[in-house]
Every structure is written in C-alpha cells, then in structure tokens.
C-alpha cells in the first residue's frame, strides 16, 4: 500500500513536470527561429539545431556560392551539379534528373535571358534570412527595436520599489500585530486580511478616481512652487498601488513568520537594554529573513507579471512595464505576427522569474515550513 502511494505521488509530480517544462521548452526552442520555420512545423526544432530542409533558409557559405554562380555568363556553363543545388531551392530552375537544364524551362535558350533570371534568383536568395541568425536577430528585434530593454528596466525599477515598500510596511505592522495585545488588535489584523477577499478588479474604477482626484489636488498646492503632483500614468502611482495590494498577504504570511520566532529572544534583548526600535531591527527582522524571502518571492511573481492594473494607470509608451510592451508588440503585429520576436519577448519576461525562483527556492520551503508552525 506504501509502494502504490510513493508510486502515485512520484508519478503525479513526473506529470507535473512535464506539464510545466514542455511549455517552457517550446517557447524557449520557437524563440530560436523565424516565423518561417514555424508557421512550416510549429513542434518541429529550429533549423539551428535540427538542421536546415531544401526548400528552407540557406546557410551562408551557400549564398556565397550562389553569389558567385551570378557572374557566371551564360548560365549553360554552370556545371550540373551547381545547376541542380540551385534548383532544389528555388522552383524557377527546371532540370532533369541529372541536373541539365531543360528545354522547356521558362527562361528560353537566350544566354543573357539566363543569366537576368539567373541574378533574379541568386538577389532572392541572398535576401533571405540565415538559420542561424535567426536566434540573435528574434533577440535583437525585441530588445532593441521592440523598446525590451526599458519595458525590462521600467518592471525592475516598479518591482524593486513595491517590493522594498511591502516588505518595510508589512514586517513591522506583522511584528506589532505577532507580539503585542492591546484593544482592537484582533479586528486591525482581520481589516488588514480582509482585503484579500475583494476582487482587486473591482478596485480598478474606484481607484482610477482616485487617483485623478488626488493628483488634481496636489497639482494645485504644489503649484506655487513650480511643482506637480501625480499619481495617474507615473511609476510613482503604480508602486503605491502595488504596495497597497500586496499588503494583505504579506501581512497575514509575516505575521505567522513573527508568531513562530521564540519570544525568549527579545525578553533577552531587552534585558540587555534594547528598546523596541532595537529589538525589531536588530533582533527579530534577521531572524525572519525566511519569511521576508518567501513574501517576496510570491509578491515578485505578482508585481513583475502584473497587467490589468498598469494598463489601466499607465498610458505613456516610456513608462510601460514588460507585459504591457508584450501586448502592445502583439497588438501592434495585427495579422502579420513575428513569431520569433513574440516568443523571444516572451522568454525575456519569464526568465527572471524562474531565475527567482531557482536560487531561493529553499528559503521558500523553510519559510513556508516556519511559519506555519504557530499563528
């Protein structure tokens, strides 16, 4: 009965697995070609790898050689062997089977009619795309062309400010919560918890007002000053914004985290004559590394992926963060989609995450496990 449940786990999480590394594997292995090559076979591997077909993308040593075959007047004395390489990539050479041109190829018995469509072909060729610039040039469109790189720079500036402010905000109202009684403390951790439970979307007009209200109000004082104050379409009002909503959880995680620390280590500190400030700050806040990592690994994955409300409050294309540059990028391709650049995008927003993740994952599992021991 022990066998068939180790067998059963293992074998669910084996699925598990698949499940999550199949997807990834694809879109990593179709950020490696060109739209070509997938509209042509989307599960097949890129020609990088798996080796380019006759009718695909020429390498460039075969341009090259194409190239030179161009100057060569008139085209009947272009070997066979040459003739026939360049009628297995372009269906405007007809040869038989031995590679000799055909009578009844279109291009008449005119050398100098040969040789013009001849050129026509070799231009066409040397204008295609090569297999295996295919993965630098994805990259280099969406980086570059494609404004990646501040729509990469703009999510780790926003990320890195809400992150900082939840975890200030949240460590010390969790510890005051954790290890002080007083009137009303039940009630204030079960306001702050309570904001889990409203759908954050419904927040979205609301806020929106808000925001423009406040933003209208501040103008007006700082004005004398030469100053203005806003909240809509900044990266200021976004970070309040995500500070505001990762509060709840953080909150409710942190607050377990400080109810598990042994209280014998700040009646020790104390004794030896810190103050509150002291025993928080230099006490408590190390031990509860574990549990700071692990909300800031769940409000990374959240804040860096975020899209609803940064479409809604960020309107300036300067100031978007990546999955609002991944839709406008897809918006914008309408029915002429890059498949290369829309999958390389895609990676250069997922792996930071699976970055996060791999180098803290066990902190996260220690600090899951420690602070579920009490609260």
Not at 16 to 33: D, E, H, K, T
Not at 62 to 83: C, F, G, M, N, Q
Not at 84 to 97: G, P, R
Not at 285 to 305: H, Q, R, Y
Request: proline content about 5%; aromatic content about 14%; glycine content about 8%.
């Amino acid at each position: 009965m022990e066998r068939a449940r180790k067998i059963l786990i293992y074998g669910f999480l084996i699925g598990w697995l698949f499940a999550v590394a199949l997807p990834m594997g694809w879109v990593l292995l179709n950020s490696l070609r060109s739209s070509q090559e997938f509209v042509q076979n989307p599960f097949g591997m890129p020609w990088l790898i798996g080796g380019i077909p006759a009718d695909g993308l020429l390498e460039h040593d075969e341009i090259e050689e194409a190239l030179r075959l161009s100057e060569v007047t008139p085209l009947d004395s272009i070997p066979h062997k040459k003739l026939a390489w360049l009628a297995e990539h372009f269906e405007e050479i007809d040869t038989d089977n031995n590679g000799a041109l055909n009578a009844g190829t279109e291009f008449g018995d005119s050398p100098s009619t040969l040789d013009a469509k001849m050129i026509a072909i070799i231009e066409k060729a040397a204008s295609r795309p090569l297999a295996r610039s295919n993965a630098v040039e994805n990259y280099r469109k969406a980086w570059v062309e494609s404004h990646f790189s501040r729509f990469f720079f703009n999510s780790l500036w926003v990320t890195f400010w809400s992150l900082l402010g939840t975890l200030s905000l949240a460590s010390m109202a969790a510890y005051v919560l954790a290890r002080f009684e007083f009137r009303g403390s039940h009630v204030l951790f079960l306001f702050f918890v309570s904001g889990m439970m409203i759908p954050a979307q419904l927040l979205l007009t609301p806020v929106f007002f808000e925001f423009s209200w406040f933003s209208e109000v501040g103008t007006q004082l700082l004005q004398p000053f030469g100053l203005r104050f806003q909240l809509y379409d900044s990266h200021f009002g976004l970070i309040i914004l995500y500070i505001a909503l990762s509060l709840p959880f953080t909150i409710l995680v942190l607050t377990g985290f400080f109810k598990s620390l042994p209280g014998a280590l700040r009646e020790a500190a104390i004794l030896d004559g810190c103050n509150e400030y002291r025993v928080f700050w230099h006490v408590m806040l190390p031990l509860a590394k574990p549990g700071l990592i692990t909300a800031g690994i769940f409000n990374f994955l959240g804040i860096w992926n975020e899209y609803i409300f940064a479409l809604v409050f960020v309107n300036t294309p300067e100031l978007k963060t990546l999955p609002l540059g991944l839709a406008s990028v897809s918006i914008q391709a309408q029915y002429k989609t890059d498949f290369g650049l829309m999958f390389a995008g895609l990676v250069i927003v997922v792996v930071p995450t699976l970055l996060v993740y791999v180098l803290l994952q066990r902190r996260l599992t220690e600090g899951i496990t420690m602070g579920a021991l009490k609260g």
